[in-house]
């Protein structure tokens, strides 16, 4: 057996044990899903009256980053997850069997892809029942799905690297809220960049939380086109001007272009602060 086909099959045992918790602990998994449908009614309903979008409804265009903040947010059960392991003893158990050193950390990424489908599902689900809906075809609706995921995703392997780091629960819960919140609500997830002051607009347009949720909304339909702007401006309605940055013109290159560079620094990274840490 070669050393991929033996990652991927432990790598698919450790995802399995990781799933098996859902029928042991349903809560968790019901608390992971009331957290996107607290935002989505959140938002809509309390902030939705207080924002307006020329040329697309705020609804439609607001779930495209509940979308971006909800997958980035669950990168962190990856981390809390590998060091909730690490701090009972489970990761040294592991360690005494002979199993790829990589499959404990392919196999926690990978079971949180299914946590993060079933989020994104609920989250479709009640944005539909708030009027968010999808105008473009089926491929593009699919590939806006796909490309969130793969977002999520490749942030799972940064936690993952950081739970090799730093073996603690608490830690990474407070660091990982310190960091993605601030990355989430400076971006076009939630008001347009016009509102940011000049410093924060730029960091925002070159944002991946931006760029993925304007690739969502571009995939959806669910972004003004800069030909609805243009007729809005001619008839004197005051709009907003969509932003030039080519990460926001070009958001889905940009997106996996920060997928790619992410998995290609962060995978050999955590496999081997993985290693590192077996060897203590």
Excluded: C
Excluded at 41 to 54: C, E, K, N, Q
Excluded at 205 to 216: C, F, G, I, K, L
Excluded at 254 to 261: A, D, F, K, Q, S
């Amino acid at each position: 057996m070669s050393e991929l086909t033996w990652a991927a099959a432990d790598g698919y045992a450790v995802a399995r044990r990781n799933l098996i918790k859902i029928k042991r602990v349903p809560e968790l998994l019901i608390w992971i899903l009331m957290s996107p449908i607290m935002f989505v009614l959140l938002f809509v309903y309390v902030f939705g009256g207080a924002i307006d979008i020329p040329g697309v409804s705020y609804r439609e265009w607001l779930i495209a980053g509940i979308f971006a903040q909800t997958v980035v947010f669950g990168s962190t059960f990856t981390g809390a997850g590998l060091a909730e392991d690490m701090e009972k003893g489970i990761i040294d158990r592991f360690r005494s069997l002979p199993m790829s050193r990589s499959a404990v950390i392919v196999g926690r990424t990978a079971s949180d892809i299914v946590y993060n489908v079933l989020s994104i599902t609920i989250m479709s689900l009640t944005g539909l029942l708030v009027g968010w809906r999808i105008h473009t075809s089926v491929p593009e609706a699919a590939a806006g799905f796909l490309l969130l995921l793969a977002f999520s995703y490749a942030f799972s392997w940064i936690m993952a690297w950081v739970a090799m780091k730093i073996p603690s629960v608490e830690v990474i819960n407070n660091a990982s809220f310190m960091v993605i919140m601030p990355l989430t609500f400076i971006s076009n997830a939630f008001v347009p960049l016009e509102t940011f002051p000049a410093p924060l607009q730029v960091f925002a347009e070159w944002n991946p939380v931006s760029s993925v949720t304007q690739a969502a909304r571009d995939l959806f339909g669910n972004a003004p086109t800069a030909e609805s702007v243009a007729q809005l401006q001619a008839s004197g309605v005051d709009v907003f001007t969509l932003s030039d940055a080519w990460s926001l013109t070009h958001p889905v290159a940009y997106t996996l272009l920060w997928i790619v560079g992410i998995l290609v620094v962060f995978v050999p990274l955590s496999v081997r602060a993985y290693r590192h840490s077996a060897t203590k």
